[in-house]
């Protein structure tokens, strides 16, 4: 697909700086950039386009380059360092001290401009560069984890690293000088290293192919491809192999045991586009290949009038489909293994899946028991991400079963806590921001808790719980056609998501602020259709009913919220809710008094359909 400016795309950076140049080219100006123009011309230049490398940008004495793969990328790295060890070209010697290279390797996000690539992707490639020692390479854990197994190395591991100008630490890693590692030589071995069972789950996307043949219609299979690897790339949980790595597969797709080997990888993704008339029909399945288990198929349907929007809507439909398949398979998975085995990452799982059940179920008692589990896993790995995201939700969950009573204020303190380790341990995981933003809101923060959800969906738009939080506060704020707007796609983007019913629940509640009763009233019985044991879907159809004059079963469904959370009524009667303005919870409060038979119907006063509450002038 070709790349047009402003882009984002991930790509392999590599940053050379010569060693000591200020002091060679003060005590012999012109012997030095001779030599540096000989080392350009003889060998960097042709080993970087050898390796399909393109040199967007020098800065005198250094250099960047990017390369379609982390593999080819390191494979020049190394040929460059160990030809400078040898006589460059054919032509004598020049006087004067050798030139000596320090380079730096990262892959990751990039943004074209002009012909120039800017983002984190360079700028972490150039810091990794200057702790590379004189003649060596220093490179970043995700190339490391994408090389394995395909370049035989002997490597440093200089753990987690804070680099300048970088929000979070990074694991990096140190290659010798050529000499010191005996003549690094490129290897075939059979397999790469097989995924530990506390690695992030890690997934591989082959090249989605075309039946037909066409090679005019090849550029569209690979367009989905590489938007699918793009936007699970954005799910920071997840280890995702590049597109080149991806793409260097294709000749044995077929066989995912062997590309689950080649890449290293436990999930593989795989599918087809096929096209007829003008209509366009994708198909795709997610398979755990280490267990031989299909775990998810679905198919996509479109035309072809607008293919780049289908384009980039069938593979946000898919990225967000498979992601919770892949998060509920991997807390399965722990769950399986033998305590031995257990580390911090799989006692995360545990952790979540605890948490997950306790709310679907409204159990105290489970959310108690998964932030056990959550505090363990940190006991061991202070810098467990997954981690800190179940603590957190866990006790914010906890928090919010306590009704707004004072045994709230310490859940929601530890989750703050939790959320705020979160984001300074990676401040651009969508996951932290949404924490943050759901906590803020149960705290009724609402300015700082839209921020932070807005900030988690420009991160990744992709994520569902995301959306389902981002519309609920944007409910609480009295806007009605925004929240539909995000509980509708998070339905449409992960339409078998087990905890869909909460999706419904926030499409409930924008009907509701809007006075669409009939919406209301449907989307919160699909809701308690699909979960019977939350007591929130209940409270949602009572008020719908009342308000739309059914209040005999409006009082039938308040007495069933008596008996599933004894205490959850009163505190709304009691006019404490989540709404911004008054005047949304003053009529949230009259629509339950009359669920509840505290209140005449006849008292009951209805903005026009489809208003919204003047709590949205608080956003302008």
């Given at each position: 697909?070709?790349?047009?400016a402003?882009?984002?795309?991930?790509?392999a950076?590599?940053?050379?700086?010569v060693?000591?140049?200020?002091?060679?080219?003060?005590?012999?100006?012109?012997g030095?950039?001779?030599?540096l123009?000989?080392?350009?011309?003889?060998?960097?230049?042709?080993?970087?386009?050898?390796?399909?490398?393109?040199?967007?940008?020098?800065?005198?004495?250094?250099?960047?380059?990017?390369?379609p793969?982390?593999?080819?990328a390191?494979r020049?790295?190394?040929a460059?360092q160990?030809?400078?060890?040898?006589?460059?070209?054919?032509?004598p010697?020049?006087d004067?001290?050798?030139?000596?290279?320090r380079?730096?390797?990262?892959?990751g996000?990039?943004?074209?401009?002009d012909?120039?690539?800017?983002g984190?992707?360079?700028?972490?490639a150039?810091?990794?560069?200057?702790?590379?020692?004189?003649?060596?390479?220093?490179?970043?854990?995700?190339?490391?984890?994408?090389?394995?197994?395909k370049?035989a190395?002997r490597?440093?591991?200089?753990?987690?690293?804070?680099?300048?100008?970088?929000?979070?630490?990074?694991?990096?890693?140190?290659i010798?000088?050529?000499?010191?590692?005996?003549?690094v030589v490129?290897?075939?071995?059979p397999?790469?290293?097989?995924?530990?069972?506390?690695?992030?789950?890690?997934?591989?996307?082959?090249?989605?192919?075309?039946?037909t043949?066409?090679?005019?219609q090849?550029?569209?299979?690979d367009g989905?491809?590489?938007?699918?690897?793009?936007?699970?790339?954005?799910?920071?949980e997840?280890?995702?192999?590049?597109?080149?790595?991806s793409?260097a597969?294709?000749?044995?797709?077929?066989?995912?045991?062997?590309?689950?080997?080649?890449?290293?990888?436990?999930?593989?993704?795989?599918?087809?586009?096929?096209?007829?008339?003008?209509?366009?029909r994708?198909?795709a399945?997610?398979?755990?290949?280490?267990?031989?288990?299909?775990?998810?198929?679905?198919?996509?349907?479109?035309?072809?009038?607008?293919?780049?929007?289908?384009?980039?809507?069938?593979?946000a439909r898919?990225?967000?489909?498979?992601?919770?398949?892949?998060r509920?398979?991997?807390?399965?998975?722990?769950?399986?293994?033998?305590?031995?085995?257990?580390?911090?990452?799989?006692?995360a799982?545990?952790?979540?899946?605890?948490?997950s059940?306790?709310?679907?179920?409204s159990?105290?008692?489970?959310?108690?028991e998964?932030?056990?589990?959550?505090q363990?896993?940190?006991?061991?790995?202070?810098?467990?991400?997954?981690?800190y995201?179940?603590?957190a939700?866990?006790?914010?969950?906890?928090?919010?079963?306590?009704?707004?009573?004072?045994?709230?204020?310490?859940?929601?303190?530890?989750?703050?806590?939790?959320?705020?380790?979160?984001?300074?341990?990676?401040?651009?995981?969508?996951?932290?921001?949404?924490?943050?933003?759901?906590i803020a809101?149960?705290?009724?923060?609402?300015?700082?808790?839209l921020?932070?959800?807005?900030?988690?969906?420009?991160?990744?738009?992709?994520?569902?719980?995301?959306l389902?939080?981002l519309?609920?506060?944007?409910?609480?704020?009295?806007?009605?056609?925004?929240?539909?707007?995000?509980?509708?796609?998070?339905?449409?983007l992960s339409?078998?998501?087990?905890?869909?019913?909460?999706s419904?629940?926030?499409?409930?509640l924008?009907?509701?602020?809007?006075?669409?009763?009939?919406?209301?009233?449907?989307?919160?019985?699909?809701?308690?259709?699909?979960?019977?044991?939350f007591?929130?879907?209940y409270?949602l159809?009572?008020?719908?009913?009342?308000?739309?004059?059914?209040?005999?079963?409006a009082?039938?469904?308040?007495?069933?919220?008596?008996r599933?959370?004894?205490?959850?009524?009163q505190?709304?009667?009691?006019?404490?809710?989540?709404?911004?303005a008054?005047e949304?919870?003053?009529?949230y409060?009259?629509?339950?008094e009359?669920a509840?038979?505290?209140r005449?119907?006849?008292?009951?006063?209805?903005?026009?359909?489809?208003?919204?509450?003047p709590?949205?002038s608080?956003?302008?």
């Amino acid at each position: 697909m070709s790349i047009e400016a402003g882009e984002r795309r991930l790509a392999a950076i590599l940053a050379a700086d010569v060693v000591g140049f200020a002091r060679q080219l003060g005590t012999d100006e012109a012997g030095t950039l001779a030599r540096l123009r000989r080392m350009r011309q003889d060998l960097v230049d042709p080993l970087i386009a050898s390796h399909r490398g393109r040199i967007f940008k020098t800065m005198g004495d250094g250099l960047l380059a990017e390369f379609p793969s982390a593999v080819l990328a390191l494979r020049c790295a190394i040929a460059i360092q160990a030809g400078l060890s040898e006589p460059i070209g054919d032509a004598p010697p020049l006087d004067g001290p050798p030139i000596r290279l320090r380079i730096g390797l990262h892959q990751g996000d990039v943004i074209v401009d002009d012909g120039d690539l800017l983002g984190d992707g360079v700028n972490v490639a150039s810091r990794l560069e200057t702790l590379a020692p004189p003649g060596g390479i220093c490179i970043s854990g995700r190339v490391y984890e994408d090389a394995a197994g395909k370049i035989a190395l002997r490597v440093e591991d200089l753990g987690e690293q804070t680099l300048k100008h970088i929000a979070r630490p990074l694991r990096v890693y140190r290659i010798a000088p050529p000499e010191s590692v005996a003549g690094v030589v490129e290897s075939e071995p059979p397999a790469a290293a097989a995924p530990r069972p506390h690695d992030r789950p890690s997934i591989a996307v082959l090249p989605f192919s075309d039946p037909t043949g066409d090679p005019e219609q090849r550029y569209y299979s690979d367009g989905i491809t590489e938007d699918i690897i793009t936007e699970l790339s954005r799910f920071r949980e997840l280890f995702v192999i590049g597109p080149n790595s991806s793409f260097a597969c294709e000749p044995f797709a077929a066989d995912t045991d062997r590309v689950a080997r080649e890449l290293g990888v436990r999930y593989v993704l795989e599918g087809s586009v096929r096209r007829a008339g003008s209509r366009l029909r994708i198909t795709a399945k997610l398979t755990d290949v280490r267990q031989g288990e299909q775990i998810w198929a679905d198919r996509h349907t479109g035309t072809v009038d607008d293919i780049l929007e289908v384009q980039e809507e069938i593979a946000a439909r898919i990225v967000a489909s498979i992601v919770p398949e892949i998060r509920y398979a991997e807390q399965d998975r722990a769950e399986r293994l033998p305590v031995g085995d257990v580390r911090a990452y799989d006692l995360a799982l545990r952790a979540h899946a605890a948490i997950s059940r306790g709310v679907a179920a409204s159990d105290p008692a489970l959310l108690s028991e998964g932030i056990a589990v959550a505090q363990r896993a940190i006991a061991l790995d202070p810098s467990c991400r997954r981690a800190y995201f179940a603590l957190a939700f866990g006790h914010c969950r906890r928090g919010a079963m306590g009704y707004f009573g004072p045994d709230a204020r310490s859940d929601y303190d530890a989750a703050d806590n939790a959320a705020m380790r979160l984001r300074a341990l990676d401040p651009s995981n969508h996951l932290a921001y949404a924490i943050l933003g759901h906590i803020a809101m149960r705290r009724l923060r609402h300015q700082e808790a839209l921020a932070n959800l807005r900030q988690a969906r420009r991160l990744n738009p992709n994520d569902v719980t995301t959306l389902r939080w981002l519309s609920w506060e944007e409910s609480n704020f009295g806007l009605p056609d925004k929240a539909r707007e995000h509980a509708e796609l998070s339905i449409r983007l992960s339409p078998r998501d087990r905890f869909i019913d909460f999706s419904y629940w926030a499409w409930a509640l924008a009907c509701y602020v809007g006075a669409d009763h009939a919406g209301c009233i449907a989307n919160a019985r699909r809701a308690i259709a699909l979960n019977r044991q939350f007591s929130g879907h209940y409270l949602l159809l009572a008020a719908g009913l009342a308000e739309a004059g059914e209040v005999r079963e409006a009082r039938v469904v308040a007495g069933e919220i008596g008996r599933m959370a004894p205490g959850l009524l009163q505190t709304r009667l009691a006019g404490t809710t989540y709404f911004v303005a008054p005047e949304l919870a003053a009529r949230y409060r009259l629509a339950l008094e009359i669920a509840a038979g505290l209140r005449d119907p006849a008292n009951l006063v209805m903005p026009d359909s489809g208003a919204t509450s003047p709590g949205a002038s608080l956003l302008h």
